[in-house]
């Protein structure tokens, strides 16, 4: 048997030994296909399509930013590369607009809104197993992020260097690059990606199965790159990835992938609202932003440092310091009690607390005030589930984004402050998020992935979240202006430059695309993808001519 997994996978097996036979014949001729390519359509209805007259359908039609809804005429509840092959073969057949959901997490209208006629919902094609023949880790598109993390623990001692949120997706995280707390030590998740399976749309509108690699010889390898930092539903419905660091392909399992730490110390602080005035403030930014310069390098001692400085609407009463480190490196504790040391300085001793109330996407976590050395998958489960904010299903959101080269200057740290003390705005889940960058992330060339954005220090995610929507005018425009004040010499986004890099793809932004917010002349391609965009152009010409995949932000076919 070929594919180790949690269920008999032995046609998954069998389909990647056929693709490789038929790779040879390459795009220009016959796209390389899996067998589920190959099945029969005169079966007309899956087995598990949902319609609006189903009890299932209003659980279906919305994902977890409860602003962006649809009404599709059908739900294709996937639980195969035949039967996603299929769906999209029907929904072409019939001139229906398609979208294609894994987690449901995305910030935008790209899954859900109304020109969507069949929503493909890959949330059942969830599987992770040890592929024998090509020697690489599958985790399908519908499996969530701590699920793919506790299958490739438990079985392999390895894992991805992803994100945190336990609910997110494979499908669209690891399409857009994938970043998490690892990944200052260990690169962006697709930094370890070999292949992806794409179910693609040719110009004779025959959907089909493509498997692509990173492999110089593939045929596709332009597939694969463009889903290394492209962004989801943009070249076709991904069924399911194959991981291997690179330079690993003749080693054992346990080690073709990234080993966690044994154990990780984690530490989350409370910053009290009122002991802090703008100058503690600007010296608190200012001090994150300068030691994230100083350490930013590879073998800096502190790459296994992660850190989010969570600075929730004065509103909230506190601002987090959510911090973790390898264990097991020398001086862990020494480092870590250095790096809360330098960022709190300016606030003076004794004004740190336990974090006994929500901040940022978290909910209290008073336990970790005196750092806490935990096993890694204790501590991955631990912050993976204690962030209700963002995983509520129920909760409104706004989201922009920004890739930091140099710390904020001191006026764009008062466009923040004046932001988050405002009284004519008063909710305690409006934002600003800074997050560690750098490190390994940075040891790759921008053109070498999709993901281009490679020599930031952090990143920084403005956003607020909110039950009604009765309050969307008034969140929409406190996002808003505290964004377009930060980066109002840039024409209120962050231009790639000296001191910042554009924006990220995986937290994308309803305004980036009008020119009435966005009035940096710089086009939103730009903004996500610099110099990339013309090459992931040219690879939608080649596997999605149709345009059959499209959004309100997907890539353009050329003109």
Not at 393 to 413: C, E, W
Request: overall charge neutral.
């Amino acid at each position: 048997m070929s594919m180790i997994s949690r269920r008999n996978v032995l046609a998954s097996a069998v389909a990647v030994a056929a693709t490789t036979a038929v790779a040879e014949a390459g795009p220009s001729s016959a796209f390389a296909e899996t067998p589920a390519a190959n099945v029969s359509l005169r079966r007309r209805s899956l087995p598990n399509v949902v319609l609006p007259d189903d009890a299932r359908y209003g659980d279906l039609i919305v994902g977890n930013n409860a602003r962006w809804r649809a009404r599709p005429e059908s739900v294709h509840l996937v639980r195969s590369t035949s039967e996603v092959v299929q769906a999209v073969q029907e929904a072409v057949d019939g001139d229906k607009r398609l979208s294609v959901k894994s987690g449901g997490h995305c910030y935008c209208d790209f899954v859900y809104n109304p020109e969507v006629h069949v929503v493909i919902d890959t949330s059942t094609l969830n599987d992770v197993s040890y592929d024998e023949l090509r020697r690489a880790f599958v985790v399908e598109a519908g499996a969530t992020l701590l699920n793919a993390y506790e299958a490739l623990y438990k079985g392999w001692g390895v894992t991805i260097p992803g994100g945190m949120c336990y609910s997110v997706g494979a499908g669209g995280h690891f399409s857009g690059g994938g970043y998490g707390m690892l990944s200052r030590k260990h690169g962006l998740s697709i930094d370890h990606l070999y292949a992806v399976e794409v179910v693609v749309v040719d110009t004779t509108g025959k959907a089909r199965a493509v498997v692509a690699t990173r492999d110089a010889a593939d045929p596709n390898r332009d597939l694969w790159w463009a889903h290394t930092g492209g962004g989801g539903g943009n070249f076709g419905v991904v069924t399911r990835y194959w991981f291997r660091t690179p330079g690993t392909e003749r080693q054992a399992p346990a080690r073709q992938l990234v080993t966690p730490p044994k154990e990780v110390l984690v530490s989350a602080l409370s910053l009290p609202w009122s002991a802090l005035d703008e100058d503690s403030f600007t010296g608190m930014v200012r001090a994150f932003g300068n030691w994230h310069e100083r350490n930013a390098a590879v073998g800096s001692p502190y790459a296994s440092l992660c850190s989010f400085l969570m600075m929730n609407h004065k509103s909230n009463g506190s601002i987090g310091l959510l911090t973790q480190i390898d264990a097991t490196v020398p001086g862990a504790q020494n480092l870590l009690a250095s790096y809360l040391r330098d960022v709190t300085a300016a606030l003076g001793p004794g004004v740190a607390r336990p974090m006994a109330g929500p901040t940022g996407e978290f909910g209290p976590l008073p336990e970790l005030f005196t750092p806490q050395r935990l096993p890694w998958l204790t501590a991955v489960r631990l912050l993976g589930t204690s962030n209700p904010t963002l995983s509520s299903p129920v909760m409104r959101g706004a989201h922009k984004s920004a890739y930091l080269r140099k710390g904020f200057t001191d006026a764009q740290i008062g466009s923040m402050y004046r932001n988050l003390v405002r009284a004519d705005h008063a909710n305690p889940s409006s934002m600003v998020v800074l997050l560690s960058f750098g490190g390994r992330i940075n040891s790759v060339p921008p053109s070498a992935t999709a993901s281009a954005q490679r020599d930031s220090i952090f990143k920084g995610l403005f956003q607020s979240f909110w039950a009604e929507e009765q309050h969307d005018a008034e969140n929409i425009a406190w996002t808003r202006d505290v964004y377009r004040e930060v980066f109002a010499a840039t024409g209120g986004y962050p231009v790639p430059g000296t001191d910042t890099d554009g924006c990220y793809i995986n937290y994308p932004d309803t305004d980036i695309t009008d020119p009435a917010q966005n009035t940096s002349g710089v086009p939103w391609q730009a903004l996500y993808y610099k110099g990339n965009y013309s090459r992931l152009q040219q690879i939608k010409a080649m596997y999605d001519p149709r345009d059959v995949f499209r959004h309100a932000q997907s890539i353009r076919l050329p003109e």
